[in-house]
């Protein structure tokens, strides 16, 4: 089921700070995977990702941002990736 959930959930959300939800009292779906992710979800392969190209942008340094799930089975093009910084 891990494979099945992170390749269903390749899409990403990045928010400035810690903001974002968190799974409440669906945490325990969140651990079994379900379609298009929960309030709460992080892709193991979004957060990796996330993280590394942070390397990238200036403005991602010294700051927090979190990072979700976004129903999608192909992860962010580099263009996406470029926009998903900027709003940071």
Known sequence: WNLLFDCN????VLSKG????????????????????LKGDTSRCGMAEALVRSLEYDNAGNIDFGV?????????????????FAAL
Not at 9 to 12: H, L, Q, S, T
Not at 18 to 37: C, N, S, Y
């Open 18 to 37: 810690d903001v974002l939800e968190g799974p409440g009292f669906q945490a325990v779906f969140t651990a079994t995977g379900t379609d298009g992710g």
């Open 68 to 84: 979700g799930t976004k129903e999608g089975r192909v992860p962010p093009s580099d263009a996406e990736w470029k926009d998903l």
């Open 9 to 12: 959930v390749r899409g990403v």
